[in-house]
């Protein structure tokens, strides 16, 4: 992400050279340790409170004392992931296929359209606290508010996807005699693969704040409750350490999803397609 | 061309032959769920009445008018989040348009904010900065930043080379280039961040609340929750749907004004008023 930002329109479309990258990498790594060592300083001095603002030495402690030490992080991140998974794949197929259905039916769109203006202006984690009192503390409303959270992107996006069918190439399908199944299944739902992949990605992230938010609220396992409960007792070092532990499960989660981004929309991506072209070339000689 | 279009009476004709099929399918799918609660297919406990949602509603807004203090809480704190987040990253957004290196060294910062969900700062923010308004603004700060920062920079820096060229031929300077090539061909990209922002600032402000707060309509919101009043608590995410519809049109509203030369109709408008306002100068 910052590499295709950076290359602006002066530079040559190769990027900058090897010794170039490294020295400014130094620089990089060069700014973020005088920060630190600043901030850690400040601490020392007094000018900050390390009470409210820790150390970059404690936090570092903290990630030593919640990973190896104490080793409590494991369990509570486990929980909070394998409900994020749940409640992501629910949510996301049902907003995929529901947003094909409305979005293949022309009076379903028109008749659902005030509700999804109303649904989306509505902030849909508001609804957190509404289920939890109706499904009850567990698991299942957890799930409940991330599929929620889930649904929405995926079924803008491929309703969005499925409407903007190439005129043309539908008309080629259509005067070739393929079926409705088959425009559907070779035409309109691949070429919304890119669309629906990037309402996936929105869906991931939102899925991940959604957990947070439903465990605020129930306060009983998973990361989201460890930071209140950290923060509750002015631990801020070991409630940062937490936030920086999503911060890299949030990166691991974009590489991922454009890593899955690759192999399932393979023709937007160059080397994508030359595996596949490749692979396909083996089949048809065998 | 006044005459091509259809009169004004027509016009309200149409919209409301149009209007009434909804009308009339929200009716019979609210009679519906009250004929499935009144008998029993759905507990009343965990989905309430639509009759019951009505009443809240009169209540809330009406006989005791409760909400309208928690209302303008939310909404101010929603605004103000919204104001300062989007002042830091327009100007971000701004020095990193202007200077590669500043860019360079301030992007990767920009990334790490935005792959750490936002929400999980919640508890830290409101140990910063107390229990009071100031925890739910910092907190829709932090939240809207990102897509307003990522949205005006991709604006500013994406730069049509002819009309670059065009504007150095006509011997325009660096700050004229950058207030009336780069700043107007941004503004349509940073409106599309700016409204998700308002979203999102939302979102944190009701967040917040939920976490720590006396007033304002998240805490509304889950204590009728917790008092197993469902339909108050319905009523009450309504008001959240009012406000985020509010926060929402306003935008649109000042997108359509601003970036008047993307709609046909406004950009008539506006060349209308031009035409006029030049005639004037001329003295005709």
């Not at chain 2, 909404?75 to 002042?87: D, K, P, R, S």
Request: a positive charge.
């Amino acid at each position: 992400m910052a590499e295709a930002a950076q290359s602006g329109p002066t530079k040559a479309s190769a990027g900058p050279s090897r010794s170039l990258r490294n020295r400014r990498l130094m620089t990089h790594a060069g700014i973020f340790l005088t920060l630190i060592i600043a901030w850690e300083l400040a601490s020392r001095a007094g000018w900050l409170d390390p009470l409210f603002y820790p150390r970059p030495s404690n936090i570092l402690n903290s990630f030593w004392l919640i990973y190896f030490k104490n080793g409590n992080v494991w369990e509570h991140l486990g929980v909070t992931m394998s409900l994020v998974f749940m409640g992501f794949v629910g949510g996301s197929i049902l907003g995929i296929v529901l947003g094909s259905l409305v979005g293949l039916n022309g009076l379903v769109r028109r008749f659902l359209k005030p509700y999804v203006i109303v649904l989306e202006a509505t902030p849909r984690i508001a609804v957190a606290p509404l289920l939890i009192a109706a499904l009850g503390f567990g698991a299942t409303s957890k799930i409940a508010i991330i599929m929620l959270v889930c649904f929405f992107a995926p079924f803008i996006n491929t309703l969005s996807g499925v409407m903007n069918v190439n005129a043309e190439k539908l008309e080629l399908f259509r005067s070739l005699g393929a079926s409705k199944w088959q425009i559907l299944r070779k035409l309109v739902l691949p070429d919304a693969v890119p669309i629906i992949m990037a309402g996936e990605r929105l869906a991931l992230t939102a899925a991940l704040s959604g957990a947070l938010v439903a465990e605020f609220i129930q306060r009983d396992q998973g990361i989201g409750s460890l930071i209140l409960v950290y923060t509750r007792n002015l631990n801020m070092a070991s409630s940062f350490a937490c936030i920086f532990t999503l911060t890299i499960l949030g990166f691991l989660i974009f590489r991922g999803m454009e890593l899955v981004d690759q192999y399932i929309a393979f023709w937007k991506y160059e080397a994508g397609r030359e595996r596949v072209s490749a692979k396909r070339r083996r089949a048809m000689r065998s | 061309m006044p005459d091509s279009r259809p009169s004004r009476g027509y016009r309200f004709l149409d919209a409301m032959v149009r209007f009434v099929p909804h009308l009339v399918l929200l009716i019979v799918l609210l009679c519906l769920w009250e004929a499935a609660v009144a008998t029993g297919m759905i507990t009343s406990i965990m989905i309430p009445r639509p009759s019951a949602i009505g009443g809240a509603i009169v209540e809330l807004y009406v006989t005791k008018g409760t909400i309208y203090k928690h209302f303008f809480i939310t909404l101010t704190e929603a605004v103000v989040g919204f104001c300062i987040g989007a002042a830091i990253a327009v100007s971000l957004a701004v020095c990193s348009s202007l200077s590669d290196v500043f860019k360079r060294y301030v992007i990767p910062y920009a990334v790490v904010l935005n792959v750490t969900p936002g929400i999980a700062l919640t508890p830290v923010v409101i140990a910063w900065f107390g229990y009071g308004m100031g925890s739910k603004m910092a907190l829709a700060a932090i939240l809207c930043f990102f897509p307003i920062f990522v949205n005006t920079l991709t604006g500013l820096v994406q730069i049509d080379e002819d009309r670059e060229e065009l504007f150095k031929s006509l011997g325009a300077n660096n700050t004229q280039i950058f207030t009336k090539m780069r700043v107007p061909a941004a503004l349509p990209l940073m409106f599309a961040g700016l409204k998700i922002g308002l979203t999102t600032a939302l979102i944190g402000a009701v967040v917040a609340e939920f976490a720590q707060a006396t007033d304002g309509v998240g805490v509304l919101m889950s204590r009728f929750s917790f008092q197993l009043n469902m339909a108050a608590s319905i009523a009450t995410l309504l008001s959240m749907t009012v406000i985020g519809l509010l926060l929402f049109y306003t935008m649109e509203f000042l997108d359509d004004r601003i970036v008047f030369w993307r709609r046909e109709s406004r950009r008539a408008a506006a060349s209308r008023a031009r035409a006029r306002s030049w005639q004037s100068q001329i003295g005709k």
